[in-house]
């Protein structure tokens, strides 16, 4: 079974502060996604990054795909309280998608 | 085009008892997923179809969850008997034809309590 733990798993920081959060594994993965999911909702996804190294940007988002393709990391820069919610990678392999144990952040006006 | 439909929203049964969650994909989609997701985790595959096939149920526990997707459109899990531990989000998810890292998309899940 392929396991995906993410740090931090709570994260509660002031409006307007930067922040990382990390997706790591021992598996290789094809490509890995990165997922955004509010309260009531199912997740929506962010990103999709498939290429060793990948730098992607979405506004203040940066995703970024280890080059062994093990691991992942998601920077935001200057956060917002739109950007609260439970964010989870999901990496795939053999045809299946894992998900990642997530990370809640909450970001404090 | 609509999303992936979900029923009922919310159950409240009591152990032992049995329920089941239906959920319509977005048409065209072939490929469904069944997610169990715990308060504050992340979400673990129950069960993948591809069209009326099971791809993978090996975290399925067969001895009480069942899922079927008879003609490969709308999907049905039941769980029987329901156990304490059974309590989360249920949500399903589907995908386009052929393509294995492409989005998923989810439906805003059925929230089951077990007393």
């Known amino acids: 079974t392929q396991l995906l733990e993410q740090s931090p798993q709570f994260l509660s920081i002031q409006e307007g502060e930067n922040l990382t959060v990390y997706c790591n594994s021992s598996?290789?993965?094809?490509?890995l996604q990165w997922y955004r999911q509010e309260p009531g909702e199912g997740p929506v996804l962010l990103v999709t990054?498939?290429?060793?190294?990948e730098v992607k940007k979405l506004k203040r988002l940066t995703f970024q795909f280890g080059d062994a393709r093990k691991d992942s990391s998601l920077h935001i820069t200057a956060a917002q309280p739109g950007d609260t919610g439970l964010y989870l990678c999901?990496?795939?392999?053999?045809?299946?998608?894992?998900f990642g144990t997530g990370t809640r952040l909450t970001i404090i006006p | 085009e609509a999303g992936v439909a979900q029923s009922p929203r919310y159950k409240i049964i009591e152990k032992r008892q049995s329920v089941a969650f239906w959920c319509n994909p977005i048409?065209?989609?072939?490929?469904l997923y069944w997610y169990q997701q715990i308060l504050g985790q992340g979400p673990k595959l129950l069960i993948q179809?591809?069209?009326?096939?099971?791809?993978?149920d090996s975290q399925l526990p067969k001895d009480r969850f069942s899922a079927e997707r008879l003609k490969g459109v709308d999907s049905t899990l039941k769980i029987q008997p329901a156990k304490l531990e059974d309590s989360a989000v249920y949500l399903c998810?589907?995908?386009?034809?052929?393509?294995?890292?492409?989005?998923?998309?989810f439906g805003e899940g059925s929230r089951l309590t077990v007393l």
């Open positions: 048409s065209g989609h072939a490929t």
């Open positions: 998810a589907s995908r386009r034809p052929g393509s294995f890292t492409g989005e998923l998309f």
């Open positions: 598996s290789v993965f094809s490509s």
């Open positions: 999901a990496g795939s392999g053999n045809e299946k998608l894992t």
């Open positions: 179809f591809q069209n009326n096939g099971v791809v993978d």
């Open positions: 990054v498939v290429t060793g190294g």
